[in-house]
């Protein structure tokens, strides 16, 4: 039997094709043709997002690796089922997948998997009907959404810190929903106080901000130093704590006054879970009383005129001069170290724990270190490893063994050059029921315009492979490894008189990260075993194209 891999897909978590529908689809169907599914690749909710999908990611790295290739197949339910993206971004995939020596297999398209110009117009007439299916849901979706909204009601995920989502039945009754299940259709969602959330904004929050004088700073830790449990958050990196930035949104947000604002913000792509932009007030939905009020009008009135108009953590630079900055992971509470000035004493700056910063000593107490100490053991190890971990040798085989993935497979070469004998044979034939004048001539001329295309696409193919090894194989190692490693030595002069962004940049070449141990009060440095612009290098070096993903394999961490 043949091997092959399987993709199954679905956008949405709910009223989509399931997964599991697909794979007994799938499954059946390779029984009855012959192949043998190796692996199966399943995405859950991925929506129109790429990067979401990080099985179709795997499958695409395991395709593209003759070392971790174990089928030159991948079985998919429908087109619509491999990617709902961009028409042309879901043809770069396939191709990618095509130019590696693997072939994509639609069980339920049949006119998909067509050769020539039949298979072509059928799979570029499903993605674009499959893109813009999604394209006009998702304005059915934002449609109903808004008219929801018209008439308050909950139409977003989780509840604010505070709420609770509740259902009203048709009789008028109330029922709280469990955390986390969807809406069912033609329910209402109401939001709820929840009395205990509730009393903390209230109480230890609002009044705490108006009536007591208190900054957000002094409320995140008296929040934390009484172990207040904190709002959850599905990113959050390191221990869940308060922070200011937490208590600021919450003293700003109008739903806790009973104001419920919908719209906001948009994504400026479809589909892209990123890049938020405002949008213009007019395109808001307001709603007075859209949602029980936890704190009186006046006393949010008087915390907005306490703050006055001013922006929490705005007038701050983007680009600083810390060579560390994002890099150092304290090993206490998971949160990242950031760097801060100082007004006075002898040392300039500190880098501190950003749980330290934003939440307190309650969270975290990890040791401060002084910027310059850790910088200069950081560009102390660089030098070192510029001087003795640059092997010529190591270096020459890495790139060796690089450029042999880059070759083609042998089979794959000998797949398209059969498939190209072949076609080449279908010519002869019709040319020859031409020349006898015995077929009907309509017919056979349309065949003999389809087989001459596909047989310039599989000339071309087949060129592109042999050119690939020819320059696999004349490429002098030693000459390469010499110029990479004289490109790395010019690192020594940036990390000088660089600018503080090539700076930056040079240490993440080596450096993957650190971690600040507090009972050892030890930074523990974590290096790459080669630097990672070498394969940067490699590229530039080769005056073509990037490789595939394969080559970040050239700086493999210790």
């Not at 869940?240 to 994504?267: D, E, F, Q």
């Not at 596909?454 to 087949?462: A, I, N, P, Q, S």
Request: net charge positive.
């Amino acid at each position: 039997m043949i091997p092959a891999y399987a993709l199954y897909r679905r956008s949405r978590a709910h009223q989509d094709l399931s997964v599991e529908e697909q794979r007994a689809a799938v499954r059946s169907w390779s029984k009855e043709h012959g192949y043998r599914i190796v692996r199966e690749f399943a995405d859950d909710a991925s929506g129109l997002d790429t990067d979401r999908r990080q099985e179709f990611q795997a499958l695409l790295q395991v395709c593209s690796n003759p070392r971790l290739r174990e089928a030159a197949v991948v079985l998919c339910y429908d087109v619509s089922r491999f990617s709902r993206l961009d028409p042309d971004e879901a043809a770069f995939h396939e191709y990618g997948l095509k130019r590696a020596g693997v072939r994509v297999v639609y069980t339920h398209e049949p006119g998909a998997n067509e050769d020539g110009l039949t298979g072509h117009l059928v799979k570029s007439l499903k993605r674009v009907l499959a893109h813009e299916y999604s394209l006009k849901l998702s304005q059915v979706v934002q449609r109903g959404l808004r008219a929801h909204a018209q008439l308050g009601h909950w139409t977003g995920g989780p509840p604010p810190y505070g709420y609770r989502r509740a259902v009203r039945q048709a009789d008028g009754t109330i029922h709280l929903l469990e955390r986390g299940r969807w809406k069912a259709k033609g329910e209402t969602i109401l939001l709820v106080p929840d009395p205990v959330e509730a009393r903390v904004v209230r109480e230890q929050i609002y009044e705490a901000y108006v009536a007591r004088g208190l900054g957000i700073a002094a409320i995140a830790h008296r929040l934390n130093s009484e172990h207040v449990p904190a709002p959850s958050a599905l990113r959050r990196r390191g221990v869940s704590a308060w922070c200011k930035g937490t208590v600021w949104a919450i003293l700003r947000n109008p739903i806790y006054r009973g104001r419920l604002i919908y719209a906001k913000s948009r994504y400026s792509e479809v589909g892209k879970k990123r890049g938020k932009v405002r949008r213009p007030e007019a395109d808001r939905i307001v709603f007075e009383d859209g949602a029980p009020a936890i704190v009186p009008a006046a006393l949010w009135e008087h915390a907005q005129a306490r703050h006055g108009t001013r922006r929490f953590g705005t007038g701050r630079p983007w680009h600083r001069p810390y060579l560390l900055s994002g890099l150092i992971e304290c090993g206490n509470c998971g949160k990242r170290f950031q760097a801060q000035t100082q007004v006075r004493g002898k040392v300039p700056a500190y880098y501190l724990c950003g749980g330290y910063i934003a939440s307190g000593v309650a969270v975290c107490d990890a040791p401060r270190i002084p910027t310059a100490y850790l910088e200069d053991a950081v560009l102390e190890g660089i030098a070192n490893r510029l001087d003795r971990v640059l092997d010529r040798a190591e270096i020459r085989r890495r790139i060796e063994e690089l450029l042999r993935e880059e070759a083609p497979p042998e089979v794959a070469l000998g797949d398209f050059e059969a498939r190209l004998r072949e076609t080449r044979r279908k010519i002869d034939r019709l040319v020859e029921a031409l020349a006898a004048g015995t077929d009907d001539l309509p017919s056979v001329r349309a065949e003999l315009a389809r087989l001459e295309l596909e047989r310039e696409g599989l000339e071309r193919e087949v060129q592109a492979a042999r050119d690939r090894a020819v320059w696999v194989r004349s490429k002098d190692l030693a000459a390469l490894a010499d110029r990479l490693i004289d490109a790395l030595g010019e690192f020594r002069e940036v990390l000088k008189a660089g600018e503080p962004e090539e700076r930056k940049a040079v240490v993440r070449t080596f450096l993957q990260g650190i971690r600040i141990e507090k009972k050892t009060r030890q930074a523990i440095l974590r290096w790459y075993r080669l630097p990672r612009a070498s394969f940067v290098k490699l590229v530039e070096l080769r005056g073509l194209e990037p490789l595939t993903p394969r080559l970040p394999a050239l700086c493999s961490p210790n």
